[in-house]
C-alpha cells in the first residue's frame, strides 16, 4: 500500500497577516496625509515649544525650536550681565526671585552702588532701599542732579526684566506743612512719583510696570528717637515684585 507524501510546510508569516500589514500601511498613509493637509495652530505651537525652554534671569538658553529671532549658537561667548549696557530686555523670562537677589547684588558691588543701596528678599520680591541723601534735599521731592547717573543704573536694571515695579517713599516722624506739601503723606508720595517719572522717561521702560506709593511716617524701620534714625528712615523703597505673592494691597 502506498503512503501519501506530506505536503511540505509553507514558512514564514501566514498569507492574511500580510494582508493586514498592507492595511495598517494604508491607513497611516491616510492619516499621514490628513495631517499634511490639516492647519496647524501657530500660535499653540509656539506656547508648547516655550514651555520646553529653561531660563534664568540674565542667562538664556537656546529655545528648542527656532522662531524669528534665534539665540545665539552654542559655544559663543555669553555676555557678562553685569557691565552697564549688556542687560537685555525680555518680557517673558520666567524670574526666580532668589537668582535675582544674587544677580542684583553683584550688579551693585560691580557698579559700586552697595554704599548708597541695599538689596534684601522678603515676600514681596526683591526690595532696594535708597536713603534720602542719595535722591532728595530735606523736604523736597526734587531728584537732586547726582542722583540722576545713579537712578540710570538702575533703570539699566529693571530694564533688564520684566517684573512689576512698586516704588515707596517714606518719611520721619517730623511733621512737615507748608504750600507744596501740607503733610508727610503728600512728600512721600512725590518723591516715589519722582523716583517713577525718572526711571521711565530715561530708560524707555514701561510705565504700566510702575506703581508709586506714600506711606508718610506709618512704617519706620527703626524708632525715630536719634539723628541717626531719623535719617534712616527717610528713604524711597523699590520693590521688584514676585509674580507669585498676592499682597493685601494688590497693584
Do not use: C
Not at 59 to 85: A, H, L, W, Y
Not at 210 to 223: H, I, K, L, Q, S
Request: glycine share 4%.
Amino acid at each position: 500500500m502506498m503512503q501519501r507524501r506530506r505536503q511540505p510546510e509553507e514558512k514564514g508569516a501566514p498569507k492574511w497577516m500580510v494582508t493586514f500589514a498592507d492595511l495598517v500601511t494604508l491607513i497611516l498613509v491616510f492619516f499621514i496625509l490628513l495631517f499634511s493637509m490639516s492647519v496647524v495652530d501657530a500660535q499653540k505651537f509656539r506656547a508648547i515649544a516655550d514651555s520646553f525652554q529653561q531660563r534664568n534671569i540674565f542667562e538664556f538658553m537656546p529655545s528648542v525650536v527656532e522662531f524669528e529671532n534665534p539665540t545665539e549658537e552654542k559655544g559663543e561667548e555669553q555676555k557678562d550681565p553685569f557691565k552697564e549696557g549688556d542687560f537685555e530686555e525680555n518680557e517673558n523670562v520666567d524670574v526666580n526671585m532668589d537668582n535675582l537677589l544674587e544677580e542684583v547684588q553683584e550688579f551693585l558691588e560691580v557698579n559700586e552702588m552697595k554704599e548708597l543701596v541695599s538689596a534684601t528678599r522678603d515676600d514681596r520680591g526683591v526690595v532696594l532701599v535708597l536713603q534720602e541723601r542719595t535722591l532728595f534735599e530735606t523736604a523736597e521731592s526734587e531728584l537732586i542732579q547726582s542722583a540722576e547717573p545713579f537712578l540710570e543704573k538702575v533703570g539699566t536694571l529693571l530694564a533688564a526684566i520684566p517684573n512689576m515695579v512698586k516704588v515707596e517713599g517714606h518719611t520721619d516722624s517730623r511733621p512737615i506743612s507748608n504750600f507744596r506739601y501740607p503733610s508727610n503723606w503728600e512728600l512721600s508720595g512725590a518723591r516715589a512719583s519722582s523716583v517713577i517719572r525718572y526711571l521711565v522717561e530715561n530708560n524707555n521702560l514701561e510705565a504700566s510696570r510702575f506703581v508709586a506709593t506714600g506711606y508718610g511716617d506709618t512704617r519706620p524701620v527703626v524708632p525715630n528717637t536719634t539723628v541717626e534714625n531719623l535719617k534712616i528712615n527717610r528713604r524711597v523703597v523699590i520693590v521688584i515684585s514676585d509674580p507669585t505673592y498676592l499682597e493685601g494691597d494688590t497693584y
